[in-house]
């Protein structure tokens, strides 16, 4: 599947396809690098194994991993799954990472584009995310853009490496 992105007056596609194990290497780098910058992912470099990270990402069952590529380039992902099982499973959840050298560039409004749809077609009801870090200001107003609103607030849930102590979003969106 094919998304049009547009940055600085250029238009290319950013391509989306299902995650093949293949593709794991590229994620597990790309998480790492994500958890050594330290500011939206309260998972810590080595607690994220690479066994563990292959778990979050792509094997736990019901886990939905997708990938995007621009110019045959791995340039980010998202990882569907349920929020919650019993009564809460018509909530789904997800988690995003968008490669430094495409960032800002529309890959991740594809990618969280993407996500609504494939929740949809899976027959969740809703999509919430559970911990977004308040001074992750592209993410906060991304969602807000994609139809989320913040339902909930952690105060000083996060550990920011510069700002410390920050608030933490629940954001929800009704599919």
């Given at each position: 599947m094919a998304t049009q992105a547009v940055s600085d007056n250029k238009a290319w596609q950013v391509e989306m396809r299902p995650?093949?194990?293949r593709d794991f290497p590229a994620v597990y780098a790309l998480f790492q690098h994500i958890l050594r910058e330290g500011l939206t992912y309260s998972y810590s470099p080595e607690e994220m194994t690479e066994a563990r990270s292959r778990s979050y990402w792509m094997e736990t069952e019901g886990t939905h991993c997708v990938v995007a590529e621009?110019?045959?380039?791995?340039?980010?992902?998202?990882?569907?799954?349920?929020?919650?099982?019993?009564?809460?499973?018509?909530?789904?959840?997800?988690?995003f990472i968008v490669h430094p050298d495409h960032r800002g560039k529309g890959v991740g409004r594809a990618l969280g584009q993407r996500a609504i749809e494939l929740a949809k077609s899976l027959g969740y009801k809703a999509i919430q995310y559970n911990f977004v870090v308040s001074?992750?200001?592209?993410?906060?107003?991304?969602?807000?853009?994609?139809?989320?609103?913040?339902?909930?607030?952690?105060?000083?849930?996060?550990?920011?490496?510069?700002?410390?102590?920050?608030?933490?979003?629940?954001?929800?969106?009704?599919?």
């Open positions: 995650a093949a194990a621009v110019n045959g380039q791995f340039a980010g992902c998202f990882a569907l799954r349920i929020n919650r099982s019993g009564r809460g499973n018509h909530v789904a959840n997800a988690s001074a992750n200001d592209v993410a906060v107003k991304l969602w807000k853009s994609l139809g989320y609103t913040v339902i909930g607030t952690m105060p000083g849930g996060f550990q920011h490496p510069t700002l410390g102590l920050v608030d933490v979003y629940m954001m929800h969106r009704y599919l």
